[in-house]
């Protein structure tokens, strides 16, 4: 059983790329499975095999225990971990060979609480790998590269998996856009002449450059499937190389 994470901050289009991606595989002829294990989902693009929301409702935890909806969300994606054991076992009955998780919207709830990283351990396998989905429209700007391949690291700190960076929404972008993100990754130094900052935190950005911090982005649209086969050929290349870092 391989896993694929698809994680990344509010609104960047996991949802829909993980709908995406799942279509196109499944036109192709592959077996694919799909996990949400976002409670808090209102609507999904895809009819997942799993649904936590069947167990774990963000709505009827604000209403059961009089929660606000920030503080509902993040009482429901904590207890997504008390089903983590019944996650996995339905994974097993379902038997697909690969299968798609998507997360929970807020990223921050996911990676950076307790119930994330432990989510990610348990649901793998032999093989998993993240996929970090950032906003192209984001990106797109010095800023927007700079803390996006940071939070990426931080995401890499937090699960400890091999990842790989998509850069979704890629049909907003324009070509120049996409050269320009794409030479940033390729070569730092040229965005680290036109990025704006104080001397200290432009030398930390330098040295985490310097030592392989920014990653190759892969350009998709989950709306008009553009990259796709990029993606699923990086997906693959994890499993087959035998990269998890398990
Ligand atoms: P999530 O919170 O990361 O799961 O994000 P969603 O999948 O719910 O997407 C957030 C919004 O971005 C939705 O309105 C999507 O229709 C839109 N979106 C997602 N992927 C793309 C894309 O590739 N291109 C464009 N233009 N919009 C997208
Ligand atoms: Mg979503």
């Known amino acids: 059983m391989y ?16 709908s995406a991606l799942y279509n196109w595989l499944d036109d192709q002829g592959y077996d694919v499975g ?5 409670p808090a989902a209102e609507y999904l693009p895809y009819t997942p095999d ?6 774990i409702s963000a709505r009827k935890i604000m209403k059961q225990f009089k929660l606000g909806p920030n503080a509902s969300i993040i009482a429901a994606v904590d207890m997504v ?9 339905e994974m097993e009955v379902v038997g697909a060979p690969i299968y798609l998780i998507d997360t929970p919207g807020q990223m921050e709830l ?11 351990q348990k649901l793998s396998d032999v093989h998993s790998l993240v996929v970090y989905v950032a906003d192209a429209v984001y990106v797109q700007s010095v800023d927007g590269f700079a803390t996006t391949m940071l939070l990426a690291l931080s995401s ?20 120049e856009a996409v050269a320009n993100i794409a030479q940033w990754a390729e070569d730092p130094d040229i965005l680290l002449e036109s990025i704006e900052l104080p001397r200290y935190e432009k030398e930390i950005l330098r040295s ?13 649209s989950a709306k008009t499937g553009e990259g796709l086969d990029k993606l699923y050929y990086q997906i693959q290349l994890h499993y087959t190389g035998g990269e998890d870092a398990q």
């Open 3 to 18: 896993t694929v994470f698809f994680i990344g901050t509010a609104g960047s289009g996991k949802s829909t790329l993980v």
């Open 34 to 38: 799909v996990v949400n294990l976002d």
């Open 50 to 55: 799993i649904d936590i929301r069947d167990r």
């Open 81 to 89: 971990v008390t089903e983590a054991e019944r996650i996995k076992e």
């Open 110 to 120: 996911f990676a950076f609480r307790q119930s994330g990283a432990y989510l990610v």
């Open 156 to 175: 890499r700190i937090r699960f400890k998996k091999p990842q790989v960076l998509v850069v979704n929404k890629a049909d907003l972008l324009s070509e």
């Open 208 to 220: 985490v450059a310097n030592l392989g911090g920014f990653i190759e982005p892969i350009f998709v």
